[in-house]
């Protein structure tokens, strides 16, 4: 029978991953078992003037969280600080004025200006005053200069649309980084 005994491991740049102070108490780096970086940010002011056929970026007004200081509400971008995978998410609600009806909405996500994801809702030949759209993806970040933007489309053949806000819950978007990928 063998024993392997140590109070520290590291890794090869001598950063501790887990110790134990010998009486069977152990301390893992909170760096290893965390997904951060990680953000959550939600429009809180309605964007108005969404036209039809047009592509409108999202710009996230405020934030629920944002671990290292992610996310740029001034500019609606996602920059991680940390090269790594991250599940990358975000929702629109799309609400026509008055009676205007949508039958198609589109949000799409944007990496460094190039579309790496979209969902589109198509509806036939109803068509309804308000409409969420989803989208999600795993993606590759260098942790520098990578940035991520979300953009909302709506097709009615009219103008005047609104990405809605005022709540956390209708429009949203947010990222966290997967641990072992």
């Known amino acids: 029978m063998s024993t392997l005994e140590v109070n520290n491991i ?14 069977g108490t152990f301390t893992i780096n909170n760096g290893v078992l965390k997904s951060t ?9 309605s964007q108005t003037g969404l036209s039809d056929g047009v592509d409108t970026k999202i710009i996230f007004d405020s934030e629920t969280f944002d671990a290292d200081s992610v996310y740029d509400t001034s500019n609606g971008r996602f920059t991680p600080n940390q090269a790594g995978k991250y599940f990358v998410y975000a929702q629109g609600y799309l609400l026509g004025p008055g009676t205007d009806s949508v039958n198609t909405a589109l949000i799409r996500m944007y990496k460094n200006g190039t579309q790496i994801a979209r969902n589109i809702w198509y509806n036939g030949t109803e068509w309804v005053r308000y409409t969420s759209v989803t989208v999600q993806q795993i993606v590759d970040m260098n942790g520098s200069s990578d940035y991520i ?33």
Do not use: C, R
């Open 10 to 23: 590291k890794d090869t740049g001598s950063n501790s991953l887990i110790s134990s102070d010998g009486s």
């Open 37 to 45: 970086p990680y953000f959550q940010a939600y429009l809180n002011t």
């Open 149 to 181: 933007e979300i953009y909302a489309q709506q097709d009615t053949g009219g103008a005047n649309w609104e990405i809605h806000g005022n709540s956390i819950a209708s429009t949203f978007f947010g990222a966290y980084k997967l641990i072992g990928a």
